[in-house]
């Protein structure tokens, strides 16, 4: 019998390591060592051997159970740890991916301007609107106080179109005072809005393009006064250019839609190579405003003995190269990916008033 146990002590060691998982053990260890198991078989039957057989076969098979208990804790842990091994695995998530992924395309500098001048005249309580690129002369000049074969329609190059409307022919908008006409005919007084939008005028050089883009104001209600348009004007370029010691001026100046009109002057620094806004001695026009004249008032059906108010136009490709030190206005639309890169801005970076314009 005690020459037999090295084979069993071999058996069970094998049987041990072959279990492939916990439940397998378990079950082994019941058949080994439970209450019938093989070897409490063995350790009961030492009672049954001859007296002097006794306490040699008593020593072995406890010995063997502990050492069968050893094995058994052995192989539980090893077990244990691979099934933890196998779950970390499987669970695995890489903690140095970033967050999102990089983003490819980049913001042109005309809507990262656009959604930063909506951003703070929407917090001044602006809404947006729109009009169609493509107008009729009674919104572009003759609802604006434009008087037929007036010079000031040409001063505005305007594209002409071979369509026409009533006979006479369509033509690209030659600015976004078009979208003031429209706003105030389809709507009820009083009006906050701004306008951006693309416009047109035949022209080109470093600063013209024959398509650019502005943006439109127009405040009209029972008492808005040139104070307001000061204001509200002089808190946008301050807002726009994120400096609060901006300077600023208002020089007379002429369109036929506006009565007083003015051009605005932000205080300036030039060298020959740059202008940084808000510093030096020096004025750089920036936009174009005034209070609405009555005849535009009376054109859309108003009267002008009950609404006033003022309007205003920007270029905001000019602003756009001001704040972002772009020299020449011509690459903007040239869909150069080596500009666009250098120029773009970082898309879901949305300009706030509360989170920053720029970031
Ligand atoms: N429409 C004018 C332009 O294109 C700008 C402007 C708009 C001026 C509104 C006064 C009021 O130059």
Not at 128 to 155: C, K
Not at 196 to 219: K, N
Not at 239 to 248: G, M, W
Not at 311 to 328: Q, S
């Amino acid at each position: 019998m005690l020459a037999d146990i090295d084979a069993l002590k071999a058996e069970i060691e094998d049987a041990v390591e072959a279990a492939p998982d916990l439940g397998r053990l378990e079950q082994l260890r019941v058949e080994l060592l439970g209450k019938k198991g093989r070897v409490t078989e063995l350790v009961k039957g030492v009672s049954s051997l001859p007296p002097e057989e006794r306490p040699k076969a008593g020593q072995a098979f406890n010995q063997l159970k502990r050492q069968i208990e050893e094995v058994l804790a052995e192989r539980r842990t090893a077990l244990a740890d691979e099934a933890l091994h196998a779950r970390l695995l499987a669970e695995r998530i890489d903690v140095t991916l970033p967050a999102r992924p990089r983003a490819e395309g980049r913001i042109h500098p005309v809507s990262q301007v656009t959604d930063e001048l909506t951003a703070i005249f929407a917090d001044m309580g602006f809404a947006v609107a729109e009009g169609p690129d493509i107008e009729n002369d009674f919104h572009n000049f003759t609802a604006l106080n434009f008087p037929p074969e007036h010079p000031a329609r040409d001063m505005h190059d305007t594209f002409f179109l071979e369509a026409e409307e009533n006979g006479r022919p369509l033509l690209l908008r030659t600015h976004t005072s078009t979208i003031q006409v429209r706003h105030m005919m389809a709507n009820k007084p009083p009006y906050r809005i701004i306008a951006p939008g693309r416009t047109y005028r035949c022209d080109s050089d470093a600063t013209h393009t024959p398509m650019f883009h502005q943006v439109e104001g127009l405040v009209i209600d029972r008492r808005t006064h040139m104070g307001h348009l000061k204001g509200c004007l002089i808190d946008f370029v301050r807002a726009y250019f994120e400096r609060d010691d901006i300077t600023a001026r208002f020089r007379p100046s002429f369109f036929p839609f506006t009565e007083p009109s003015a051009e605005m002057d932000i205080g300036c620094r030039r060298t020959k190579e740059e202008i940084v806004v808000g510093e030096g001695s020096d004025w750089l026009e920036i936009l174009g405003c005034g209070m609405v004249h009555p005849n535009v008032l009376r054109a859309v059906g108003l009267d002008p003995a009950e609404w006033q108010g003022f309007a205003f136009g920007m270029g905001i490709d000019r602003i756009a190269m001001l704040k972002y030190g772009m020299p020449d206005l011509r690459p903007f639309f040239e869909a150069d990916l080596a500009w666009l890169r250098h120029y773009g801005f970082v898309p879901l970076d949305l300009p706030t008033t509360f989170g920053g314009l720029t970031r």
